[in-house]
């Protein structure tokens, strides 16, 4: 279904109203030329601040997705949300998510709506800070030769508290008492998250067909990190980071892995990354681009999502793919 050209506000029908969702529609609320279809959650009773417009809570996904012209998915999980957003594709609808963990596994179905420009997702990497939009856009123009990145505030936080000399399990005990950190912390802390947040952005520079497989064996978190490890590469003058990086496997593809890693005290990785989500990427013809800026948190994730449900609603395709695999470890130095 077209968004429609005419005057006629545009529906959207926004499936989860907790951490992300709640924020998206207080944004909402200054928009009067999009109207919310209804919010999916579980919980009718539950309190939530979602702004000054009234919504429609619902338990059932059809008054969501009915005659909505672009579907927000906010749910968390993998299969649950591709289902629901599989029904809202068949019904033309555009559709937006910040859900990067369905992207990264669930390829075989988001892969055809991502290739077509349907989907937007620029709040799955980095939540607001505008890092798929760039890597689909500006940064096509040359080829990619490297990627590194932090895209994980939860490990960045970590880390910083074994700088500052704490253990690894009081650290995470504060964490999850600050709300950092899940209750079950293993997505965080053993790496997946970054990993799901990486292989989205390498199928937009690198390889269109990367597939969770290939990224998954070459993920390692920071559990065994410790304050004396941590230590050492500081007083070495280095800094131990979360590293999530795309690079040429030798073999002319790419591998993209993450792991902890040990960079230069005057890194961009190391410069930028203090709680903050960063992102160097190298180019043939761009040289070396930094992004940096939140990469979580309720009001800067729904900005990413109003901005791809905006353009949505104006027509504007979704990012795509790189068309082909790009050959790595060629090109201008
Ligand atoms: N939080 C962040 O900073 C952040 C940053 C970037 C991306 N994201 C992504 O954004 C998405 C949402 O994250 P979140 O932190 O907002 O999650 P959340 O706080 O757990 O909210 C999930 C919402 O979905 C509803 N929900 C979940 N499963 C449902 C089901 N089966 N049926 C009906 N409703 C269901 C929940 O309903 P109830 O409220 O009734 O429980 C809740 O409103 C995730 O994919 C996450 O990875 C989050």
């Known amino acids: 279904m077209p968004v429609p050209s005419t005057p ?16 998206l529609l207080r944004l909402l609320a200054r928009h009067p030329e999009l109207e919310v279809t209804a919010v999916l959650v579980r919980d009718l009773d539950r309190q939530r601040d979602l702004g000054a417009r009234p919504v429609r809570l619902t338990t059932d996904p059809e008054e969501v997705l009915a005659g909505a012209d672009v579907v927000v998915e906010l749910l968390g999980g993998v299969d649950r949300p591709t289902e629901l957003m599989a029904e809202a594709a068949a019904r033309g609808a555009r559709l937006v998510t910040a859900n990067k963990a369905a992207l990264a596994e669930r390829w075989d179905a988001w892969g055809p709506w991502v290739r077509a ?16 939009g760039a890597i689909a856009g500006a940064l096509r123009a040359s080829r990619l030769r490297s990627l590194e990145a932090l ?40 790496g997946i998250d ?20 290939d990224v998954r064996p070459h993920v390692r978190g920071v559990r065994g990190l410790t304050p004396e490890g941590v230590a050492a590469e500081v007083a070495a003058g280095r800094r131990v980071r979360l590293v999530a990086a795309l690079e ?14 040990s960079v ?20 043939d013809a761009v040289g070396e681009v930094w992004i940096a800026g939140p990469g979580a948190g309720a009001e800067a994730t729904a900005s990413g999502v109003l901005a791809d449900v905006l353009d949505a609603a104006t027509g504007r395709p979704g990012p795509t793919p790189v068309a082909a695999r790009v050959p790595s470890g060629v090109g201008a130095p």
């Open 8 to 23: 006629r506000a545009v529906r959207v029908g926004v499936l989860g109203a907790g951490t992300v969702g709640a924020a």
């Open 117 to 132: 420009g349907r989907v937007g997702f620029e709040a799955a990497v980095m939540a607001g800070t505008p890092v798929v």
């Open 151 to 190: 895209l994980n505030g939860t490990c960045a936080y970590l880390i910083g508290e074994l700088e500052a000399g704490v253990g690894f399990d009081a650290a995470l005990a504060e964490a999850q008492r600050l709300g950092y950190a899940e209750a079950d912390p293993a997505l965080d802390v053993d």
């Open 194 to 213: 970054a990993a799901h947040k990486l292989t989205v952005l390498a199928r937009l520079c690198a390889d269109p067909d990367l597939a969770w497989s």
């Open 248 to 261: 040429p496997d030798g073999a002319g593809g790419w591998r993209a892995s993450v792991a902890p890693r």
């Open 264 to 283: 230069p005290a005057d890194h961009p990785l190391a410069v930028l990354g203090a709680g903050r989500s960063a992102l160097v990427y190298r180019g």
